[in-house]
């Protein structure tokens, strides 16, 4: 027998997985349909932020966003990519601010 071959032994441990183990996918929704149901508290600064950048920007910029966390006077935004984000902080950074009335906005990617 090989030295380096690993025979289990009584001290191995036995993993053991549910039956119904499965991972579903759910498909990205835009984020006011999301955030109606999980945050209705940001929804009037949503409205606010759309009424300021427009349709069109807030469709390129506001809808991809992962999440948005305000607390007081700071707001954490999780963007799509490194891409998206760029683009956040270069058009949208003083509408945030004004929707959400927070001066202290950090943009992150997720990954």
């Known amino acids: 027998m090989r030295p380096d071959l690993v025979v ?10 549910a ?3 499965r991972v579903v996918t759910v498909p990205f929704s ?9 945050k209705p508290q940001l929804m009037p600064g949503l409205k606010a932020l759309r009424e300021e950048l427009g349709d069109a920007e807030f469709e390129r910029l506001i809808t991809r966003i992962h999440n ?7 707001c954490l935004i999780v963007a799509e990519s490194e891409l998206h984000r760029t683009f956040i902080l270069r058009d949208a950074l003083p509408a945030i601010s004004k ?11 997720q990954g």
């Open 30 to 38: 835009p984020i006011e349909k999301r955030f109606a149901k999980e």
């Open 19 to 21: 039956r119904d183990a």
């Open 68 to 74: 948005i966390n305000v607390s007081g006077e700071r």
């Open 99 to 109: 929707a959400f009335n927070v001066s202290n906005i950090r943009v992150v990617t």
């Open 8 to 17: 289990p032994g009584e001290n191995e441990e036995n993993f053991v997985v």
